[in-house]
């Protein structure tokens, strides 16, 4: 075969002569690269990056050559080399026959991702590999990375996710060099699709000739945008990599809306809105034929109307792109799966259009577990029977930020199990999405995320090409990887050791003591008690255990399990805590005994150490804090004061571990998260600027663990504690309220007891009531509405107060404790979902008042008579566990 392979070569000589112009130049240079004369821009570009690599190898002997083109080619097949499978799609032969070694492809992709291997070859041995044989084909046929064209700020007309191109919202979409360096990371790493991901893209793309009336930017705006989108897609293609421009349903551009009365977003179709959205989408398609479109059909249209909308106004659009343009290749339709019913939708669109893939979120918008079992299953395995590709969203991921994560092994297992399943596509955010291309360490110059996310990035994008790898060997190449960064083999150990035992701590952590995987949930700013014991009020997500982790327990199935005695099942809190607790502090330890190797990035590595150590921090606080959580819940069982002593040690405990973590973490970050919007509610709610860092929240701990303290005194006194059928109704006072008697409306009188609503225009109603409120005459007010409350009354008097806590509206909340009110009850009226409410009194004169209630919701629970003794209590309930124990800590 060799000695037939010598004489193959002389029939590739019409590559010389009818290849590339540099070929000649290439034969004085050293190994010459020979491609076909009609070869792709992809095959093209490959061969740039192999003939770099071998300039930069030893010398080869002499008549040593490389040829590369698509085994479907005539000139390959009459070299018998081994044929690809049917419908094989990035495939490609590496192979040696005599002096020549043979790339040969499926398609354009296929070569190129032959050349750039072999590339990666010469890189590491110096030389062309001798005696190779190698057949490679990707595992996921959709490999992608995303980018946002999104902002978390609202700042176009209130309208979310509508964000023009521009260099104010988005400066680095105009660095043609970052591109450049960012496309051939993604190459590399063997990436070939993109997203970005905007609300209404197109009138920052495309003229639109048809609808003057949706022109959003100046002319000479518009056309550099368009420039650079044509360049940016034309050198993803190069590379093998799709550009899909996302966008939202139903988004318009915003003067056109204004121009036809109708709003920026539509929750139904309608025939104008139809019209302009497919023509939009015909000349996205006619201008940008390297590019696809991904679509959220939902969250501004109603679920209903997808179906409809996609098959009459987005299929049919693209269709006249393509007609127009004579592009015969369907671009890819990427369908999300969220907020439409995706099921109806993907039975009506295929038939229409094969090329449709959807995409489903991967543990929701965290990291949680290498599997999804349950109702997330079922959905993938639902949505890979009935699409072209199945893709799996790893979005946002909110649990991991703000520190460095890449174990690798966690990655490979994920995508071992996207095989399992039939996923066939990876759509991979950034571990800082809102902050493109920024990483959130507080450095000058600021970090890029490709940088010092590194492994995040090459880790998904080895696993998605190929998860089935040999262990050792793997062990070995990210090692090294790590090695060549940080100068010395023991560094590069000791390292990868720190970021695989750390891996699964934050991913294992949160579905058993956590509320939510979406990103209402900042994980990095810890957890508030009640959020822990009482997480049902806390609007939690189901699937974030029944989904999204392997079988275990919740922090109240263990309790409970424990008070009555009973054996336990799958992972427990308690034991998952203790070892993440354990796996974290090793890795402080393998990163730390790093130090006497690190020859190379000395400052990135005390980065990374320091990350360790703010982890290992975190873990503490979890652990210490849940802990806490179950002596208190214990105490709910048995009523011995021992749990109480317990869970007070503990949760000085996590008030430390959190200092601590303050301290580390607190100067070395802009933000704990990227994104500060009113969206995230745990911890604690809020918006813009109130939450963002462990500073902010450290108060809030240490005032948690003074309420406690002052709690568990009253509760352990003896005194203060009130069973429901200790008391009667209180007396009462009468009163009249005044015409102007708020400043918000309605604001009306009603008797309080169980079933009353608690808000005039809410339907929040009382569920449980201390028996001494029962039957008086309060006054409620629309929720949120605060103001000055203006009542006449016939005797001095005490009014009853109850406020509803709302942190996302610090500053303009009343706080009783600083305003002389005088707490007299706790745990006294629960309602729905809200906190137990405690009772605040204060004495008002006889006659008009008017009184300053700030800017919260409240809820008059009665007047009595001013001189009335009432003892500060806790109202608890007698059914064989507190009714709830929130009022601990609030």
Known sequence: MRAGGLRRQARWAWLCAMGLAACGALHAAGVPVLTAKHASARELWGAEQLRDALAAAKDAPAGVRVIAGLRSEPEMERLNLPE????????????????????????????????LELADRVRAAGKLPEGIHDMEHPAL??????????????????????YLYTPENFPFFYDKAAWIRYLDSMAAERYNALFLWNGHPFTSLLRLPRYPEARELPTAQLEQNIALFKWLTAEADKRGIWVLQGFYNIHLSHPFARAHQLPYHLAAPNALASAYTRYAI???????????????????????????????????????????????????????????????????????YSNIDTMFKWNGESLTWTNVR?????????????????????????????????????????????????????????????????????????????????????????????????????????????????????????????????????????????????????????????????????????????????????????????????????????????????????????????APFVTKNNA????????????????????????????????????????????????????????????????????ATAMETTQRQIPFRGGMGQFPNWQQCLPMYEKELATFRKRRAMLES??????????????????????????????EPFTVEPGAKLFADRGVTITALAPELKGLRGIRIASRAGGTLRVKLAHPAQILVGFV????????????????????????????????MAVWAKPLPEGENELDMGKGAYVVLGFVPEDLHITPHVNVTQNGGAENLDWLFE
């Open 84 to 115: 690809f499978w049917p419908q094989a799609k990035e495939a490609f032969l590496i192979e040696q026959v005599g002096k020549t070694w043979v790339v040969a492809g499926s398609d354009a992709s296929g070569v190129l991702y032959g050349e």
């Open 282 to 352: 015909s000349e996205f398609v006619r201008e940008y034929p390297h590019a696809g479109l991904m679509m959220t059909l939902g969250e501004a249209m109603a679920p209903q109307y997808g179906a409809e909308w996609l098959t009459k106004t987005i299929i049919p659009g693209v269709k006249d792109g393509l007609r127009e343009a004579g592009i015969a290749t369907e671009p890819p339709i990427v369908v999300r799966a969220h907020a439409t019913n995706i099921d109806d939708v993907m039975k009506e669109a295929m038939p229409l």
């Open 805 to 836: 806590k709302d942190a996302s509206r610090k500053g303009s909340v009343l706080d009783p404790e600083t305003e002389q009110w005088n707490l007299v009850m706790l745990n006294a009226v629960t309602a729905g979902k809200m906190p137990p």
């Open 374 to 594: 349950g109702t997330v299953r079922d959905r993938f395995t639902m949505l890979a029977e009935n699409s072209n590709v199945a893709i799996a969203n790893v979005h946002l991921l909110s649990n991991l930020e703000p520190f460095r994560w890449g174990d690798p092994d966690f990655i490979r297992q994920t995508l071992t199990n996207f095989q399992r399943i039939g996923i066939e596509g990876l759509h991979l955010y950034p571990l800082r999405y809102w902050d493109w291309p920024w990483a959130g360490d507080k450095t000058t110059p600021r970090l890029e995320q490709t940088d010092r996310d590194w492994i995040w990035f090459a880790a998904w994008g080895r696993y998605a090409w190929n998860p089935n790898r040999d262990a050792e060997k793997e062990h070995a190449y990210w090692a090294a990887q790590f090695a060549e960064r940080y100068g010395s083999d023991e560094a590069g150990e000791k390292l990868l050791e720190a970021y695989t035992l750390a891996g699964p701590c934050q991913p294992r952590l949160l579905p058993r003591i956590g509320i939510t995987e979406g990103n209402r949930q900042a994980f990095a700013l810890g957890m508030t008690m009640p959020q822990l014991i009482d997480p049902a009020r806390f609007n939690p997500a189901k699937t974030l255990w029944t989904g999204d982790a392997p079988p275990g327990e919740r922090l109240d199935e263990y309790v409970a399990e424990e008070g009555k005695h009973e054996p336990h099942h799958g992972e427990t809190p308690i034991e998952v805590s203790d070892a993440t607790l354990e796996a974290a502090q090793q890795a402080v330890n393998a990163a730390e005994a790093a």
């Open 718 to 747: 003896g005194k203060g504690v009130q069973a429901e059928q200790a008391s009667g109704p209180l007396p009462q006072v009468e009163f009249t309220l005044r015409a102007d008697a708020g400043e918000a409306t309605p604001v």
């Open 604 to 671: 990135e590595y005390a980065r990374v150490v320091n990350d360790m150590k703010a982890i290992a921090l975190l873990m503490r606080f979890y652990n210490a804090k849940t802990k806490a959580a179950e002596q208190v819940m214990l105490y709910g069982y048995d009523r011995d004061a021992a749990h109480m002593h317990s869970a007070d040690a503990l949760l000085s405990a996590s008030v430390e571990a959190f200092r601590q973590l303050t301290a580390l973490a607190g100067p070395a970050y802009v933000t």
């Open 141 to 162: 046929k959709l490999r992608a990375t995303c980018i946002g064209m999104q902002k978390q700020e609202i700042t176009y007309d209130g309208a979310e996710y509508d």
